[in-house]
């Protein structure tokens, strides 16, 4: 029987033989190749000199234009804050006129706040719903803020909802118990004295040294009279 033999290729042969049929395919296509590199550059390029030269300038006049609004906030002038005065830019305008910046997206929740303080309850829930929010804690108050306009509008299942999500949000000192204080007079309001009891001990214990903690007491005590008196009905 004849002996089958296997011939093996260099290896160093095969490598000369790949850079070959690579060195062939770039010449072949080497317009569309420089086309799709130059077109990456120009991309990249033109990304960088947007930021630089137009969102940066833009961003800037931004924050001039937004002092005086912030000033008329400070003050509870909430009408004047909303939509200027004069020359004075408010953040209705703010948001129309430097949209896509960090300023104007700051003017939703602005905007909202103000809404809320004027009994427009639907559009303060518009601004906040458009406001993007990269710092936690003003991601916590913006639900805070739809969830005290949703609960104006008569929707107190919703507006729970968004104070135990604003209070859950990065838990902290400040804006947990502050919402979850909310959550368990809602709850109280709507006679579900379990659910605010256990919202009220969260905040005595968890966090007994805020201004919620140190009065979480006596609403205790009271939500516990009410659930009694509810039980022997």
């Given at each position: 029987m004849a002996q089958k033999t296997e011939t093996t290729k260099d290896p160093i042969a095969n490598v000369e033989d790949a850079l070959t049929k690579?060195?062939?395919?770039?010449?072949?296509?080497?317009?569309?190749?420089?086309?799709?590199?130059?077109?990456i550059i120009v991309?990249?390029?033109?990304?960088?000199?947007?930021?630089?030269?137009?969102?940066?300038?833009?961003?800037?006049?931004?924050?001039?234009?937004?002092?005086?609004?912030?000033?008329?906030?400070e003050k509870d002038s909430f009408n004047l804050a909303l939509n200027g005065?004069?020359?004075?830019?408010?953040?209705?305008?703010?948001?129309?006129?430097?949209?896509?910046?960090?300023?104007?997206?700051l003017a939703h929740y602005y905007a909202g706040v103000?809404?809320?303080?004027?009994?427009?309850?639907?559009?303060?829930?518009?601004?906040?719903?458009q406001f993007d929010a990269d710092d936690i804690m003003l991601a916590s108050m913006a639900l805070g803020v739809k969830g005290d306009a949703t609960m104006e509008l008569g929707k107190v299942d919703?507006?729970?909802?968004?104070?135990?999500?604003?209070?859950?949000?990065?838990e902290n000192s400040f804006t947990t118990p502050m919402y979850l204080m909310k959550a368990a007079l809602a709850y109280e309001g709507k006679g579900d004295y379990t659910k605010a009891l256990e919202a009220y001990n969260k905040i005595r214990t968890e966090f007994f040294q805020s201004a919620e903690g140190r009065e979480a007491e006596k609403y205790i005590a009271r939500a516990e009279l009410m659930l009694k008196q509810k039980g022997g009905k």
């Open positions: 690579s060195e062939i395919f770039i010449e072949k296509n080497r317009n569309i190749l420089l086309g799709v590199v130059g077109g991309v990249v390029g033109g990304y960088f000199a947007y930021k630089q030269y137009v969102v940066k300038p833009r961003e800037v006049e931004a924050q001039s234009a937004i002092f005086r609004a912030e000033r008329y906030f005065k004069d020359k004075a830019e408010g953040f209705l305008s703010i948001i129309e006129n430097y949209g896509g910046t960090q300023t104007g997206n103000c809404y809320l303080n004027l009994g427009k309850y639907q559009e303060a829930i518009d601004q906040m719903d919703e507006a729970i909802d968004l104070y135990v999500k604003a209070a859950g949000k990065n």
